[in-house]
């Protein structure tokens, strides 16, 4: 079945910069919609990025400019390169997949464990 596994969270200052990697596994990743969410303490899990199977992206107003979604299909990996982040930008990163419907079967989204990413000011 589907599997995602992030990693490249950690600490850093503010105007620093971290990579993260979501690798996918069990699914047609090249048709996949992907997307990063974050959720930080006492709030809602919210929207950072997402990337379309065509490439197409959409991002958060408070990372627009910072943060970049990016997708590698030969890896079935999605990144996300974030850069100036900022205090607010403290969460617990998730990677999502979008597996379209299929013959019998609805869509439905697949979520992975979350990478924590702490900037300490």
């Known amino acids: 079945q589907v599997q995602l596994v992030e990693s490249g969270g950690g600490l850093v200052q503010p105007g620093g910069s971290l990579r993260l990697s979501c690798a996918a596994s069990g699914s047609a990743f090249t048709i996949n919609d992907m997307g990063w969410y974050r959720q930080a303490p006492g709030k809602q899990r919210e929207l950072v990025a997402t990337i379309t199977s065509s490439g197409s992206t959409n991002y958060a107003f408070s990372v627009k400019g910072r943060f970049t979604i990016s997708r590698d299909n030969a890896k079935n990996t999605v990144y996300l390169q974030m850069n100036s982040l900022k205090p607010e930008d403290t969460a617990v990163y998730y990677c999502?997949?979008?597996?379209?419907?299929?013959?019998?079967?609805?869509?439905?989204?697949?979520w992975g464990q979350g990478t924590q990413v702490t900037v300490s000011s």
């Open positions: 999502n997949l979008n597996q379209p419907a299929s013959g019998w079967f609805a869509s439905r989204d697949y």
